[in-house]
T-cell receptor, first 111, second 118 residues
């Protein structure tokens, strides 16, 4: 399996602004998942987008997937201080045997 | 739904002793569970993949005799760190894959276990 590479590595914004983070991967996928990790905690599953989907919404989250560019983006609208965390993407292959992670994007939302 | 628990949440042990960490899927069955290790300010590193009823598959560089994994049921996997040393101090996270038909590929993570070896 493969790991995603998140970009940027760090992002700092003011509360209320939107945050966009990107994920790139190398080989074809069946799905891609986004996770959030607060400091010292486990990962929280945010959203799964399948390879035949281009966009998906969940509350303030919007995920896009461009399989031709092998990339995905996660948009958090109207950010809050509580959104401060590291965000990881996880591309899933057709066998989806395991899940590996890149360095993530560390988001800081200033109140 | 889709809750994964870990126990203990933190543990301190002396060098040379063994520590067992439990990972449970509380409201779903998981034929596959994964164990990760995370050092401070670093990403999660996959240690091993375990399938219920069979031997775990370890990642390169992970000693299978040191990190014993048992996946005895569809809701429980354990990781035992044997003869722990200070360099084994880390944050250990398990995850479980939902095997339901519509959520085949969703993977849920436990809250992690902080191991400190003195």
């Amino acid at each position: 399996s493969q790991q995603g590479e998140e970009d940027p590595q760090a992002l700092s914004i003011q509360e209320g602004e939107n945050a966009t983070m990107n994920c790139s991967y190398k080989t074809s996928i069946n799905n891609l998942q986004w996770y959030r990790q607060n400091s010292g905690r486990g990962l929280v599953h945010l959203i799964l987008i399948r390879s035949n989907e281009r966009e998906k919404h969940s509350g303030r989250l919007r995920v896009t997937l461009d399989t031709s560019k092998k990339s995905s983006s996660l948009l958090i609208t109207a950010s809050r201080a509580a959104d401060t965390a590291s965000y990881f993407c996880a591309p899933g292959g057709y066998n989806n045997n395991d899940m590996r992670f890149g360095a993530g994007t560390r988001l800081t939302v200033k109140p | 739904g889709a809750v994964v628990s870990q126990h203990p949440s933190w543990v301190i042990c002396k060098s040379g002793t063994s520590v067992k960490i439990e990972c449970r899927s509380l409201d779903f069955q998981a034929t596959t569970m994964f164990w990760y290790r995370q050092f401070p300010k670093q990403s999660l590193m996959l240690m091993a993949t375990s399938n219920e009823g069979s031997k775990a598959t370890y990642e390169q560089g992970v000693e299978k005799d040191k990190f014993l994994i048992n996946h005895a049921s569809l809701t429980l996997s354990t990781l035992t760190v044997t003869s722990a040393h200070p360099e084994d101090s880390s944050f250990y996270i398990c995850s479980a894959r939902w095997t339901g038909s519509d959520k085949l590929y969703e993977q849920y993570f436990g809250p992690g276990t902080r191991l400190t070896v003195t």
